[in-house]
């Protein structure tokens, strides 16, 4: 597959990782995302997608793309053969000012892109992207076309400082000595957390102390569970096995079984052995 990325400038930077172009053949006709503190934008250029996202029992079709804010649980994706999209990882906080509704609404249930743009925008949008010669052409388009659509949002610079707080300790800080810090009540903040990034700070470290510690693993070494469940922090194994269950449906055995397979059959792909195969 091809995947190239480009960070954005200014005033989009504070907002976004990267944006990314995706073209090409799927490594796994189905492959399973682990939840993480990465809030989603897919603009879809070929045909649908599917995606089967928390709790969902069936699969959902997407034309046109999807967002979806900071997931609680892993999700699973359908890509067709051949696939074309471009999309944007955002940080936590970073998809709520492109949104017109409250970011805990999409959490576990993606919208398309046309409910949250509308049909003629992502129309205009698609055909626009269509007509770039070079996937950096293509980015360029989809950054002046999120810049264009920045709005300002209540209590966006307090929820992306103590957001950059959190990860910045793998999500280990304690949540009430940073809503000490912030001077604000554990009411407002959660209600401004689930707000812009769909969940409340607890669990938003959660998923870093989570992503953290499972990325950290070497799957091609000997992994002590135990020693990795208390090096993060967790007060026992018991308690790790159920949260790592709860953000990618897997026991730690498993996913090192999956994620080695992944390794193994595709070493050096561009979607780097996060994605597994579900299939």
């Given at each position: 597959?091809?995947?190239?990325?480009?960070?954005?400038?200014?005033?989009?930077?504070?907002l976004?990782?990267?944006l990314?172009?995706?073209?090409?053949?799927?490594?796994?006709?189905?492959?399973?995302?682990?939840?993480?503190?990465?809030?989603?934008?897919?603009?879809?250029?070929?045909?649908?997608?599917?995606?089967?996202?928390?709790?969902?029992?069936?699969d959902?079709?997407?034309?046109?793309?999807?967002?979806?804010?900071?997931?609680?649980?892993?999700?699973?994706?359908?890509?067709?053969?051949?696939?074309?999209?471009?999309?944007?990882?955002?940080?936590?906080?970073?998809?709520?000012?492109?949104?017109?509704?409250?970011?805990?609404?999409?959490?576990?249930?993606?919208?398309?892109?046309?409910?949250?743009?509308?049909?003629?925008?992502?129309?205009?949008?698609?055909?626009?992207?269509?007509?770039?010669?070079?996937?950096?052409?293509?980015?360029?388009?989809?950054?002046?076309?999120?810049?264009?659509?920045?709005?300002?949002?209540?209590?966006?610079?307090?929820?992306?400082?103590?957001?950059?707080?959190?990860?910045?300790?793998g999500?280990?800080?304690?949540?009430?000595?940073?809503?000490?810090?912030?001077?604000?009540?554990?009411?407002?903040?959660?209600?401004?957390?689930?707000?812009?990034?769909?969940?409340?700070?607890?669990?938003?470290?959660r998923?870093?102390r989570?992503?953290?510690?499972?990325?950290?693993?070497?799957?091609?070494?000997?992994?002590?569970?135990?020693?990795?469940?208390?090096?993060?922090?967790?007060?026992?194994?018991?308690?790790?096995?159920?949260?790592?269950?709860?953000?990618?449906?897997?026991?730690?055995?498993?996913?090192?079984?999956?994620?080695?397979?992944?390794?193994?059959?595709?070493?050096?792909h561009?979607?780097?052995?996060?994605?597994?195969?579900?299939?």
């Open positions: 597959m091809e995947y190239v990325s480009r960070v954005p400038g200014p005033p989009l930077d504070g976004i990782g990267d990314y172009y995706l073209a090409g053949v799927p490594p796994y006709s189905r492959l399973m995302l682990p939840a993480a503190p990465a809030p989603l934008l897919i603009v879809n250029l070929g045909a649908p997608f599917l995606l089967r996202a928390g709790t969902d029992e069936e959902v079709e997407y034309a046109d793309g999807c967002a979806v804010t900071t997931p609680t649980r892993a999700w699973e994706f359908a890509y067709p053969t051949p696939t074309r999209s471009v999309g944007v990882h955002f940080r936590p906080w970073g998809l709520a000012p492109f949104l017109p509704m409250p970011a805990a609404e999409l959490c576990d249930r993606p919208a398309t892109v046309e409910q949250i743009w509308g049909r003629p925008a992502i129309a205009a949008l698609r055909h626009r992207l269509t007509l770039a010669d070079a996937p950096h052409e293509m980015l360029m388009v989809l950054e002046e076309e999120l810049v264009r659509r920045l709005r300002v949002i209540d209590g966006l610079d307090l929820v992306r400082h103590l957001s950059s707080t959190i990860a910045a300790t999500g280990t800080v304690p949540i009430r000595d940073i809503g000490v810090a912030a001077r604000a009540s554990s009411t407002y903040l959660a209600k401004r957390f689930k707000a812009i990034v769909g969940v409340t700070p607890k669990r938003l470290a998923s870093y989570f992503s953290s510690t499972v990325l950290a693993i070497d799957v091609a070494a000997p992994i002590d569970w135990g020693e990795v469940a208390a090096d993060a922090g967790y007060f026992d194994q018991a308690h790790f096995v159920r949260e790592f269950r709860e953000f990618t449906g897997l026991t730690p055995t498993r996913y090192v079984e999956v994620r080695r397979r992944f390794l193994r059959d595709h070493p050096g561009a979607l780097d052995g996060w994605p597994l195969p579900a299939d």
